[in-house]
C-alpha cells in the first residue's frame, strides 16, 4: 500500500469462524490471523517480552483478542478509581 509515497504494509485479516470464539477459546487453536512480532516503538528492535495479537472480522465487528507477557507489574496506587494512567 502507498501512501504519500511511502509504503505502507498490509495485513489480510481473515472472517472470524462461526460460532464466533468466546474469551475462554482458544484462540491459538483457530485458523484467524496472528500477530506476533512488535517492533519497540522507538524502533530500536524486538521487546524482551512478547505480545501476540489474534483478529478476526464479522459484517459488523473486528475481534481482538491479545496475550501477553509482562513481569513488571506494580503500581503507587492502591485505591478503586486512582489516576493509573499516570503510572
Not at 489480510?12 to 519497540?40: A, E, G, M, Q, Y
Request: with cysteine; aromatic share 8%; proline share 9%.
Amino acid at each position: 500500500l502507498l501512501c504519500w509515497g511511502i509504503n505502507l504494509p498490509t495485513l489480510k485479516v481473515v472472517s472470524c469462524p462461526s460460532p464466533l470464539p468466546s474469551p475462554n477459546t482458544d484462540w491459538s487453536k483457530l485458523n484467524i490471523t496472528l500477530i506476533s512480532h512488535f517492533i519497540i516503538s522507538n524502533g530500536s528492535g524486538l521487546p524482551h517480552q512478547s505480545t501476540q495479537l489474534h483478529l478476526c472480522w464479522t459484517e459488523t465487528h473486528l475481534l481482538l483478542k491479545y496475550d501477553l507477557k509482562d513481569s513488571n507489574i506494580s503500581t503507587p496506587y492502591t485505591q478503586c478509581n486512582d489516576p493509573l494512567y499516570k503510572d
